[in-house]
């Protein structure tokens, strides 16, 4: 069968991401990607330190970052983004900012953080007030905590799990039941932290359920760096991506019949 009429693949655009050693959600990422963009992931050297403020410290060197960003370079990306949340929240709103500038001198290329992303995905919402949801310890949870604050970002509720390792094996069940505890207090958004911890498929169910926008790590990252290519993630019914999502009906009041629901919100609970 002659199938030189097709021509090659479609061209692709490229994103360069750097992540911890101990990244196992490459799938995730590649979820929110649409056809058109390859993701060209690479990542630091294993430390034999566990997950903590000293492993964020180790796995966010800038010339550890450098070298992963001229990796990179040999695939040609348009945009670089370290997928990381504590590697990028650790040294405060400075260190970020600091983060991004090392990586766009090592690859002359724009460069997001996902804790930078974060911020712009909270601004893109208009939420100052959120709860947060983390796999980590109480120290990093605390960190992330300051570098909110110093961006003028109050958390009105959280919770933690307390873990060191294996954060990508962290069922669904365990994330919405602490999303579930932290949003009480009447937060604006709801954000889960961390790279490594899966949400991909709970983010539309937690916002039915909670009715706030749900952002997490993994999310804003290509969100973000999918914006500076001109183009946009792609992902089920959700707030970031679809400002539809943004607008939920009004609970119903105990022993109310049920209101008729406004079509672009038919499927929701």
């Not at 994103?15 to 060209?40: C, K, N, T």
């Amino acid at each position: 069968m002659d199938v030189s009429f097709l021509g090659g693949p479609e061209p692709q655009r490229g994103v360069g991401v750097v992540a911890p050693f101990d990244f196992a959600l490459d799938r995730e990422l590649w979820r929110w990607v649409p056809d058109h963009i390859s993701l060209h992931l690479t990542r630091t050297p294993f430390v034999p330190v566990e997950v903590g403020l000293d492993l964020a410290r180790l796995v966010s060197e800038h010339e550890t970052l450098g070298e992963a960003v001229r990796a990179l370079g040999a695939t040609e990306p348009e945009v670089l983004a370290y997928a990381c949340a504590s590697g990028s929240f650790v040294g405060g709103v400075a260190g970020e900012r600091a983060l991004c500038a090392a990586m766009r001198r090592a690859g002359e290329l724009p460069a997001v953080t996902t804790s930078g992303a974060l911020l712009q995905a909270l601004s893109e919402l208009g939420a100052r007030r959120i709860a947060l949801v983390t796999p980590y310890t109480q120290s990093v949870t605390e960190s992330l905590e300051e570098y909110l604050a110093e961006a003028g970002v109050t958390v009105t509720g959280r919770a933690f799990l307390g873990l060191t390792r294996h954060i990508w094996r962290v069922p669904y069940r365990d994330v919405a039941e602490m999303a579930r505890e932290a949003s009480r207090a009447g937060a604006e958004a709801l954000f889960i932290s961390c790279t490594n911890l899966p949400t991909y498929d709970i983010i539309p169910q937690l916002e039915a359920e909670l009715r706030i926008p749900v952002i997490s790590a993994n999310q804003v990252t290509m969100w973000a760096a999918l914006a500076r290519l001109g183009t946009r993630a792609v992902g089920p019914y959700q707030a970031l991506l679809d400002p539809a999502a943004r607008v939920w009906p009004p609970p119903e009041l105990p022993g109310e019949l049920p209101r008729e629901r406004p079509k672009e919100q038919e499927g929701w609970t």
